[in-house]
């Protein structure tokens, strides 16, 4: 499969999911019409328009008014879904195709609106935590979700015969509802980012949903009529190709097409199936992130085209040079657009030099400004976005930042210890490390000079466990006049440790109790500051419990608190530690008093070094194998001596040799952190049991961690 | 022909130079230029700043004739005619690469990943990348008859860029960084391609037809215009929407810099002050200068308690060069803002910023070695020079009655050294232990002054009894290598004597015999590689010793501005080829035989 790409224009900024593909109507067709698109953005203006002749003919356009969080399409079910229902705000207004505002609406809902479904008279809404259902504007249920909300729908009320919403949750799971209460909780191996009916429709039985991932995996459920799910296929990509941001299905050729958006700006097609895993056909990758994707006939009637918009607000067509298609009609249209598209840039030519015009005055304006008034300037504030995760196979952070306008530089500082992995291929930018003094409190400090026409900067990192700071990031956008805006990223001590499934049964050996008067939401808070996934606000109002997983040792941590206690149980040694340090200090800030008692269990310590040794020793065996594998390639310099002189078990180590390197790769640096997680255990170890280091033996750990065969009588050199 | 060219060989040409008939071969090695004829005698020999990285002959100020360029170690590019430095360009890093372009143009690479197009002496645009640039090449891939320049990086990357807009017009990467390209008609094609190889071993070629066609112009033009729209848009935005509530600074506020020279500081080095004309702090400052850090950039983010309207850095510039140095300051009301204005202008830094003026000292403090010239010049002009080439004090030490009498003391905040300019009566005196810095003053003043010959008097007893000892630790360190030579030899040919000894005794089964014969070859082994590394460390000696004999002899050239200067140089080779140390000594102090 082949395509290319085709820019039409360039929107402005544009939430997700907020440019659909109207479908064909019985008169366009017969007229043979491309089909229309219709754009909400964040201005809050709404638009129809077609694309004639490579151009923009607009249909439509309403006056800004608030921004806009999601757009729908709907209608009586059964008829043509062409009805357009958007969301800003706390209300949702419906417009006909030819632009007539036939619905406005006020949900009521507490928080603004973020996600939005549309489906017959049924009318599903959500903010970050509330959820809505409304039958004919009328208010059917609430549900309060404990957890943020990234997105919703429901299956075929048809076929399902009844609502049955479904909300995708940042707690690693999907929530299944039956009126105000969760059917089933599913979980899932991500945090799901977006909902699709399988097929638009649900699939033949109506009950299956794609579910796209924060991992980037995708996976396809059936959910039957008692809320029972299961998975029917799972997608498993790389996860350094991003998490999905939209996704479409399509039919050309006869056949269903999976349509994806990606994060890291990658759109792809596969061919989709209820019973196979999709196959990859068609891949293509642009600088910025994907905010939605739809298919459609835009630009030529009856030619399939995948419609793009990114995060800066290109919308793109990627077109079918597809062997099927008749190659006359795209020989005929391609001409048409070589002509249409010189018309097309003397019309923008036109509309920059007028702009350049009204900016210069602009700017003269803006200088007498700055030559005279001492009245303050404050500039407006340009859309970033920034996201911070985890990838927990290769135990690294990533950030992503992508901004409105293109960067001209990124200022990164932090007072904790950080450790940056170059990404290679995904930034231009020029990095220069600068020294820091001791006496700035600073730890890193690093420019990244971008290259010009970059909008998103990628970074991976990472910290040891109990390191505690806040990274700071000074945008510098390529617009003047100059001004950088500031996002900050808490690095907390625990890290490494991630959200999991609730129902654990497994009972660590070790536990830590804290008693005091303090409240429920400091509680909250407290923990929070140590722990990443934690809602803003506590779940509940008496008793809260979260289990997390340690992604490097694969510890538990379980959590229970409420108002002037907090137990926390775990094998974990050191993270009682740092848990315990924290606690105290916030506190102590606060001038309460805590009773702490804390039980370290021998069971725990073994379970600890166990779990320490069985990932160093691999890790040593690589390094070690590396390091010979170097030094054998420098014995044959001569090509004829190689086979000769080798015994089998090193030709066979040489050959190897790129996939050792290829799996050493796969999780940068662990074994120095191992090593290093491996002294903090034994600090921590003597630290909460008050027994007192031998001489010398912590210089005895450190040495014994260099070689795999002593690392078997570790536990020796702890005082038990 | 086996020649041995003691300097070492680190860049070759083969061309015709200016007046010759036949080509040449030149070679660039430490510190030196030589060529040499078919026949292989020298015919040319000179010394240039610092390790030669690559040579290239060409025409390019289109005289006619051909000018050896010489990019070296010490950031600069030389343009040699017959062996007269006709021109120096400055750069910002060691020049690993160079390359000639059409009419009067060439390429060059530095070593922090610069790559870019002169034409004559005008850079036409350069780029830097965060990778290093392995190979330079040109190739006309379009097919337009222009050739583009072809990088290969480090990284695998290969790019092809117009010569004179710099814009890419292709690339490619490869899975490993990019050991050479290349350009010849493989195939046999009447057509020559491009042929790239990487560290991995993979080969790509590439021609005309590698160029996509569907990436046609047009949907580019679109692309950038509507681009060029939405920036406009964001700037209007900026402009309209501007506010006057909020946490903003005042739009009249100012940043104010200067530049001081500092001993007071722990480390005596160049200050640069900043601060707001109001009560606005400093959240944050990032200087960008090419050569000065680590890496090009260097951020100032104080301490949370320590924000202020003032902020104070440190510059070290480790050369004696013009920099720009560009400053970027981010201002806000307070240093919890998530919005600050930044603030960016460029300062420049004269040559000699890391000296410090001070007043005349004493006399016994003067440096005993000097340089003395005639010079007819008004002082008022050199108190211009002054304030071109150093950081000047508000208050200024130099002594001056205002005609023909002006003097003044530089320290130097490397090793504070001092040195004395003395200007009296159409005489000019500068006294200074450094003959390196010496030599620098004495160009400036000649460029400054526009002067074509300083025909100079010089004393540096210190510096002749450096040469001397140079030149005695060559004869030693010459002899030393052949001697080790030899008991290599010696050594080998003792090796393969035992090596067949110890397989007879293997072949008789006397074990006793064999084991002893291998013991000994053990132990001889043991001793040649001693040898080998004092063979080494031995010829690195050399190396820096030739490299010092050479570095003398070109700043005591540098004493004296001639346009005949080059006939100087070929007598102090001579000088130094036959130890001849009274010649060197006349050398030196006027500059003639």
């Not at chain 1, 001791?438 to 109990?466: A, F, P, V």
């Not at chain 2, 390790?51 to 390019?60: A, F, L, T, Y």
């Not at chain 2, 003398?552 to 005949?564: E, F, G, K, T, Y």
Request: glycine share 6%; proline share 3%; hydrophobic share 40%.
């Amino acid at each position: 499969m082949e395509l290319y790409r085709v820019d039409y224009t360039l929107l402005g900024m544009v939430s997700s999911n907020c440019m659909k593909v109207l479908p064909i109507s019985q008169s366009d067709e017969a007229e043979k019409k491309t089909q229309k698109i219709i754009v909400g953005d964040q201005e809050g203006i709404v638009q129809m328009f077609q694309i004639r002749k490579g151009k923009i003919n607009m249909l439509f356009k309403t006056l800004p008014l608030e921004k806009i969080t999601e757009v729908c399409l709907g209608g009586a079910l059964g008829t043509v879904q062409d009805k357009i229902f958007l969301s800003m705000g706390t209300s949702v207004r419906g417009y006909t195709k030819k632009g007539r505002m036939f619905l406005s609406f006020d949900t009521g809902l507490l928080e603004s609106i973020k996600c939005m479904y549309v489906t017959g008279n049924e009318l599903l809404v959500s903010g970050k935590h509330i959820f809505s259902h409304f039958n004919d504007c009328k208010d059917i249920s609430t549900y309060l979700c404990p957890e943020l909300i990234n997105s919703i729908l429901t299956l075929d009320v048809i076929k399902m015969q009844g609502i049955m919403p479904i909300l995708a949750c940042g707690d690693l799971c999907i929530r299944i509802l039956e009126g105000s209460t969760v059917k089933e909780t599913f979980y899932l191996s991500s945090e799901p980012t977006i909902l699709h009916l399988m097929k638009n429709n649900g699939g033949s039985y109506g009950n299956e949903v794609l579910v796209g991932l924060q991992s980037g995996h995708i996976v396809l459920l059936k959910i039957e009529k008692n809320a029972s799910t299961s998975i029917l296929w799972e997608l498993v990509t790389q996860s350094k190709q991003g998490a999905i941001t939209c996704i479409d299905c399509y039919e050309f050729n006869g056949e269903d097409h999976l349509l994806i958006g990606r994060q890291s700006g990658s759109v792809e097609v596969y061919s989709l199936d209820s019973h196979s895993v999709p196959i990859e056909k068609y891949k293509y990758s642009c600088s910025e992130s994907i905010t939605s994707i739809q298919g459609g006939a835009i630009r030529c009637f009856g030619i399939p085209e995948i419609v793009v918009t990114t995060f800066t607000g290109w919308l793109f067509g990627l077109s079918f040079v597809d062997q099927h298609i008749d190659k006359e009609i795209v020989l005929e249209s391609s001409n048409i657009i070589l002509n249409d598209e010189k018309q097309k840039i003397l019309d923008i030519r036109t509309e920059v030099s007028d702009l350049e015009r009204q900016v210069a005055i602009e700017r003269n304006k803006y200088l007498e400004f700055t030559q005279k008034s001492s009245r303050p300037s404050v500039l407006p504030y340009l859309a970033i976005k920034n996201s911070m995760f985890l990838d927990s196979e290769k135990l690294i952070y990533h950030l992503i930042i992508e901004l409105e306008a293109t960067i001209d530089n990124v200022l990164l500082q932090c007072n904790c210890s950080v450790n940056l992995i170059d990404v290679e291929n995904n930034n231009n930018a020029v990095v220069s490390k600068s020294k820091c003094k001791e006496e700035d409190n600073n730890t890193l400090l690093i420019t990244y000079r971008c290259q010009l026409n970059t909008t998103k900067l990628e970074l991976k990192m990472w910290s040891h466990e109990g390191d505690q700071g806040i990274l700071t990031l000074y945008i510098t956008p390529l617009l003047q006049p100059k001004c950088c805006q500031v996002c900050k990223f808490p690095i907390k001590p625990l890290l490494y440790h991630q959200r999991t499934k609730k129902n654990i049964i497994y009972q660590p050996q070790s536990f830590m109790t804290l008693c005091g008067g303090f409240s429920l939401s400091e509680a909250h808070l407290w923990i929070s500051n140590c722990l990443p996934g934690l809602p803003e606000k506590p779940a509940s109002q008496e008793n809260s419990e979260y289990s997390f997983e340690s992604i490097i040792l694969d510890t538990v941590l379980l959590c229970e608190y409420s108002r002037g206690s907090i137990n926390i149980k775990t094998d974990n040694i050191t993270a009682i530690s740092i848990l315990k340090d924290n606690f105290s200090r916030d506190a102590t800030m606060k001038n309460i008093k805590l009773d702490m008692t804390y039980e370290i269990s021998e069971g725990s310590l073994i379970l600890m070094i166990d779990a320490i040794v069985s990932k160093l020793k691999t890790d040593i065996k690589n390094d070690k194998t590396l390091k010979l594998i170097n030094a054998i390639k420098q014995l044959s310099v001569n090509p004829h001596t190689n086979g000769e002189s080798l015994t089998k078990e090193y030709l066979i180590m040489v050959s190897n040799e790129d996939k050792l390197k290829q799996e050493v790769s796969q999780t940068p640096s662990r074994m120095q952190r191992l090593q290093a997680i491996m002294l903090a255990l034994f600090d921590d170890w003597h630290k909460l049991r008050g027994l007192n280091v031998k001489p010398n033996s912590r210089e005895d750990l450190q040495e014994a961690l260099q070689t795999s065969n002593t690392l078997d009588s570790l536990i020796s050199m702890f005082e038990l | 022909m086996d020649y041995r060219i003691p300097d070492g060989v680190a860049a070759i040409a083969i061309s015709k130079l200016n007046s010759m008939k036949d080509p040449a071969i030149i070679i660039g090695g430490n510190c030196s230029i030589q060529a040499f004829d078919y026949k292989g005698n020298e015919i040319l020999w000179t010394v240039t700043g610092d390790n030669v990285r690559s040579i290239i002959v060409m025409d390019i100020d289109l005289d006619g004739s051909n000018e050896l360029l010489v990019g070296s170690d010490d950031y600069e590019i030389r343009v040699f005619k017959d062996d007269i430095i006709i021109n120096e360009i400055s750069e910002t890093s060691s020049i690993c690469s160079l390359i000639s372009l059409s009419i009067g143009r060439f390429a060059y690479a530095l070593d922090n990943g610069t790559v870019g197009v002169y034409d004559k002496f005008r850079r036409m645009w350069r780029v830097k990348s965060k990778s290093s640039v392995n190979f330079l090449e040109k190739y006309d891939l379009d097919g337009d008859g222009k050739e583009e320049l072809i990088t290969g990086w480090s990284n695998g990357k290969v790019d092809a860029r117009n010569s004179i807009t710099g814009e890419v017009i292709f690339r490619d990467v490869l899975s490993n960084s990019i050991a050479g390209v290349v350009v010849g008609d493989y195939t046999r094609a009447g057509k020559c391609q491009l042929i790239v190889v990487s560290i991995g071993g993979e080969v790509r070629g590439y021609d005309s037809t590698s160029l996509k066609v569907d990436s046609g112009v047009q949907t580019n033009v679109i692309h950038d215009l509507l681009q060029k729209r939405q920036i406009l848009m964001s700037e209007l935005n900026n402009y309209t929407k501007a506010s006057n509530e909020g946490q903003g600074i005042p739009g009249d506020t100012r940043l104010i810099t200067e530049v001081s020279v500092s001993e007071e500081t722990t480390e005596p080095c160049v200050l640069l002050t900043l601060s707001t004309n109001n009560s606005m702090i400093l959240k944050a400052v990032t200087v960008f200068a090419e050569g000065i850090f680590e890496d090009e950039t260097h951020v100032v983010h104080p301490d949370r308690e320590c924000i202020s309207s003032e902020l104070k850095i440190t510059l070290l510039p480790p050369k004696d060069i013009l920099l720009d140095i560009h400053i970027r300051a981010f201002v806000g009301s307070s240093e919890d803002n998530d919005q600050f204005h930044v603030f960016e202008l460029t300062r420049q830094l004269p040559k000699f910023s890391m000296y410090l003026l001070v007043p005349y000292p004493e006399n016994e403090d003067v440096p005993k070695s000097f340089v003395k010239f005639r010079l007819v010049e008004r002082v008022q002009r050199m108190d211009l020079w002054l304030t071109q080439n150093f950081i000047v004090p508000q208050k200024t030490p130099v002594k001056t009655n205002g005609q023909d009498f002006w003097k003044i003391a530089i320290k130097s905040l490397r090793d504070s050294s001092l040195t004395c300019v003395m200007f009296e009566k159409e005489v000019m005196l500068i006294y200074s232990a450094n003959i390196n810095f010496t030599a620098d003053i004495v160009q400036t003043l000649a460029s400054y002054l526009s002067l074509d010959q300083i025909d100079s008097v010089a004393e540096f007893p210190k510096v002749l009894d450096d040469l001397r000892e140079s030149i005695q630790s060559v004869k030693t360190l010459q002899q030393n290598a052949v001697k080790l030579n030899a008991s290599i030899s010696d050594s080998s040919a003792l090796l393969k004597n035992l090596i067949v000894q110890a397989e007879d005794f293997r072949l008789l089964d006397d074990m006793f015999h064999m084991a002893k014969c291998l013991n000994d070859i053990f132990q001889i082994d043991k001793q040649m590689i001693q040898n080998h590394q004092v063979t080494c460390e031995n010829h690195e000696q050399l190396l820096v010793t030739l490299k010092k004999i050479n570095n003398i002899i070109q700043n005591a050239s540098r004493l004296r501005v001639n346009n005949n200067r080059t006939d100087t140089i070929t007598s102090y080779r001579q000088a130094v080829a036959s130890e001849n140390m009274t010649i060197l000594k006349k050398l030196i102090e006027t500059g003639n035989k």
